[in-house]
């Protein structure tokens, strides 16, 4: 919800641009944090999903640590201050260049996603003389009902290690001197919003515990991944049910004294506490349809082109005005998928009114692009002002 004053300062700024609410944001990870130690449970930032260095530094001073995709967000993590023992790193495809610098900074642990890749890890810790923390991500085989395009832990997905491939593995972790293994992680999928998903993932994760610890291995880290979702129809209700989220796991994963257990949130820390602020290019009334042509597109926001993903669309210039008129709500790059709603129901519309699109706090600016040499996206907070 904006006030009068925020849209007042919209109004004098160039669109578009991200504005972020670091309050909500700081509100949004206290409620998390507390709903977490209240069972001892350790919370890493996914840092994929948004990457602004404002954001990630109210997320590293209040702890968390950082949970990685790639070498350049290893990167970033250290070279803003998280603590080396609280990076994690995961990913299908880490390239030499990225194990060796993850390797160089002592990073708690390698999140390993293939047989291969804990051969090459051993072979690189070796030519260091060091030994790689490792966890295996484990493919589950658990539906997260969510959007296809963001399951990651079924048989078809390319991610994690399958369960007919576990002795395998043990037995490389055994054969390999440069390894130590801590533990096991899951991670799969996002927008998660039936909780009930996470009791079929508890499941697993005890079975698979149980199935290390028979082979004699000690598993210390349960990381359950992240995943949890946040509610789009709904951007002013603002922070998820972190309570609820960390209960179903303290009820059934089977926890033993000295096992640690990890999680990795990215959009539900993030998720809700940015909008893309853009302004009314032209207003088209076609025949069947008509049309609002903002200056911010796909390449600013992409997630409703990637994975026809919803967000509410406002016109604070109008805020008052009843909603009448029908519009699809388009962006000026030149694909027909640049379209960020489709007959939505606003007050009637006219250029240079201003525009939110809002909980673009995750997966938003992280993936802006220079397709059509498009500037650089600016980003503000309320501080800013
Ligand atoms: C993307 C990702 C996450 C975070 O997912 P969210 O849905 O943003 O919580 C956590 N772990 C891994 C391995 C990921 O790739």
Redesign the pocket.
Same mark, same amino acid.
């Given at each position: 919800m904006f006030s009068d004053k925020d849209i007042a300062h919209f109004s004098n700024l160039e669109t578009p641009f991200y504005y972020y609410d670091l309050e909500l944001l700081q509100n949004t990870i206290k409620t998390c944090t507390n709903a977490a130690n209240k069972y001892e449970f350790h919370v890493?930032y !996914?840092m994929?999903?948004n990457f602004n260095d404002k954001v990630i530094n109210e997320i590293r001073q209040a702890g968390l640590g950082a949970?990685c995709?790639s070498g350049g967000e290893v990167r970033k993590a250290i070279e803003s201050g998280f603590e080396n023992h609280k990076v994690v790193f995961? &990913?299908v495809g880490k390239s030499d260049k990225e194990i060796n610098y993850a390797l160089d900074h002592n990073i708690f642990c390698f999140?390993v996603e293939s047989l291969q890749e804990l051969e090459v890890i051993n072979e690189l810790a070796a030519q260091k003389q060091k030994t790689a923390k490792v966890a295996i991500?484990i493919n589950p085989n658990v539906d997260a009902h969510t959007h296809a395009n963001?399951t990651?832990g079924l048989d078809e997905n390319k991610?994690g290690i399958n369960s007919w491939d576990m002795l395998a593995c043990a037995e490389i972790l055994r054969k390999s001197a440069n390894l130590e293994f801590i533990g096991i992680?899951f991670?799969i999928?996002?927008?998660?919003t039936n909780l009930d998903v996470y009791k079929n993932l508890c499941v697993r994760v005890n079975e698979f515990a149980s199935w290390f610890e028979d082979k004699g291995f000690k598993v210390g880290v349960l990381n359950v991944? &992240? $995943?949890? $979702?946040i509610d789009y129809h709904k951007p002013d209700q603002q922070i998820p049910d972190f309570e609820a989220y960390f209960k179903i796991f303290n009820d059934f994963l089977d926890v033993k004294p000295y096992q640690e257990v990890h999680f990795?949130? &990215?959009? !539900?820390?993030v998720?809700q506490c940015a909008s893309l602020i853009s302004r009314v290019l032209y207003v088209k009334n076609g025949k069947k349809k008509n049309f609002v042509v903002l200056d911010a597109g796909m390449t600013e926001l992409m997630r409703p082109a990637l994975y026809q993903a919803y967000h509410q669309i406002e016109n604070l210039s109008k805020k008052q005005e009843p909603a009448t008129v029908k519009y699809d709500i388009v962006g000026p790059i030149c694909e027909s998928t640049d379209c960020f709603g489709k007959e939505v129901l606003l007050p009637e519309t006219h250029r240079n009114d201003v525009f939110a699109i809002r909980s673009t706090g995750?997966?938003g600016e992280v993936m802006a692009s220079h397709y059509n040499l498009r500037e650089d996206i600016r980003s503000y907070t309320a501080q800013d002002f």
């Open positions: 890493h !996914a994929k999903a949970d995709v995961a &990913g999140n991500r963001i990651t991610f992680h991670h999928g996002s927008q998660i991944g &992240g $995943g949890l $979702g990795e949130l &990215g959009r !539900a820390l998720g995750a997966y």
